[in-house]
């Protein structure tokens, strides 16, 4: 029997169900956990977990199109809301979904004032009217109406509620055209439910994160000053964590049009309070195995610092922060068993480098035949192409040798005592 490989990705799972107005059109997604592909509904043993898990894998699916007018609604514990969860997704567009029987706690008011204050929205789910329903209306900005398990007159009296307060109005399981007009006519303003479309299971993968890592940058993160240079610096030596950041950075969820060519550059963009939660989160929900080959992160970042090392001291103008992120990129065709066409589409890195990952031929491509020559010991090669980039050998023995020292030392986990 063939042993079963250890990948280095995780697969990721989680549906969205669109919320509408009154035309049709998309006012927004609710994001739901999903735990298999083919699952139809979320089988949740830990509601913290299960939020955890929804909003580190939102921006980690490639290719899942959202424009930037169109909201992202996402159910938040109490807990999770307290540990300022949802700062790992970007204001403006996101939805803070509590349900209506949240315990109002002073911690709880001031988190949800603190989101308000930073352009965040609150929708209170499952809402009924209860006491602390009627005192948490006052921070929602809508209100989410299961109206399949509601009777006309219980709906009149919360819309009548909700417009003292002047709060949106969204009815939920609506499943056919008579709930559909009665919403209409009871005033409801965004309509969601099988009657338009049962939700859409969404799935894609991401890279693990090594362990080592992992520490150092939960070291750096809770540290009470930033540290932008210290934080670059244990980015640039994750490849899951930097492709995921970029792809982020790239998605229509934040919608940035410049080409990033660090990763200290991303960062800056950003933002450190966004960048902090979102990192919290993907430490949080990354799962290492037991037994994992690191050989491919490793050997990606002994590339990116050669390239790097390389580029900074040829004196032949490239940018030594754009050659390295072409090396720690080299690899992640292997890593998710996919297309590199296809991984590249979602980076926001020059042309030319993109076109040198996929295989294009050019400057940046040779100088990745430049590393592969010296991986596979191609000596004549080797030769060759040192002479066509008017490459020092000496220097570039040097730089190869500190880059792989480097690495190595890197993936080391410390010693313990």
């Known amino acids: ?141 809508a209100i989410i109406v299961d109206i399949l398990s509601t009777d006309r007159s219980k709906l009149e009296k919360i819309c009548n509620l909700c417009r003292e307060w002047d709060t949106k ?31 859409e299971n969404i799935k894609g993968r991401k890279l693990r994160s090594g362990e080592t890592v992992k520490l150092k940058l939960l070291k750096l993160i809770e540290s009470p000053t930033p540290d932008f240079d210290a934080l670059a610096e244990a980015l640039q030596n994750d490849v899951s964590i930097s492709y995921r950041l970029l792809t ?55 590339r990116a610092r050669f390239l790097h090392m390389v580029s900074a001291n040829s004196g032949k103008g490239l940018n030594p922060d754009s050659m390295f992120l072409l090396g720690l990129f080299s690899l992640l065709g292997a890593m998710f068993d996919m297309p590199m066409r296809k991984l590249t589409m979602y980076l926001p890195l020059e042309e030319e480098i993109c076109e040198a990952l996929c295989g294009e031929d050019n400057l940046y491509n040779r100088y990745l035949e430049l590393v592969a020559f010296f991986e596979n010991a191609d000596w004549d090669n080797l030769e060759f192409i040192l002479e066509e980039l008017g490459l020092d050998p000496i220097m570039v023995s040097k730089c190869y040798y500190d880059a792989t020292r480097w690495a190595n030392s890197f993936y080391q986990l410390p010693r313990t005592a």
């Open 1 to 141: 029997m063939t042993p079963k490989k250890d990948l280095l990705y995780d697969k990721i799972f989680f549906a969205r169900q669109p919320i509408l107005m009154s035309d049709h059109s998309v006012w927004g997604y609710e994001l739901l956990f999903r735990d298999s592909s083919q699952a139809t509904s979320a089988v949740i043993s830990d509601g913290y977990k299960a939020t955890l898990r929804v909003a580190a894998d939102l921006c980690a699916a490639p290719g899942k199109d959202v424009p930037d007018n169109v909201k992202l609604v996402v159910n938040f514990s109490h807990k999770s809301i307290i540990d300022k969860i949802p700062y790992s997704l970007p204001a403006g567009k996101t939805v803070v979904q509590i349900p209506e029987t949240t315990p109002p706690t002073p911690n709880l008011v001031k988190a949800l004032q603190e989101l308000l204050q930073d352009g965040y929205s609150i929708a209170l789910d499952d809402f009924e009217g209860r006491p602390q329903g009627e005192f948490l209306i006052a921070y929602a900005d």
């Open 248 to 302: 982020l950075l790239n998605s229509p969820t934040f919608g940035f049009s410049q080409k990033i060519s660090s990763i200290r550059q991303a960062i800056v963009l950003a933002g450190w309070k966004m960048l902090k939660n979102w990192l919290r989160v993907i430490l949080l929900t990354d799962l290492t195995p037991k037994e994992k080959s690191l050989e491919l992160p490793q050997l990606a970042t002994q």
């Open 169 to 199: 109005l969204i009815a939920k399981r609506v499943e056919n055209m008579s709930q559909f007009t009665m919403a209409q006519e009871l005033g409801f303003n965004f309509f969601q439910g099988f009657f338009f479309k049962k939700p």
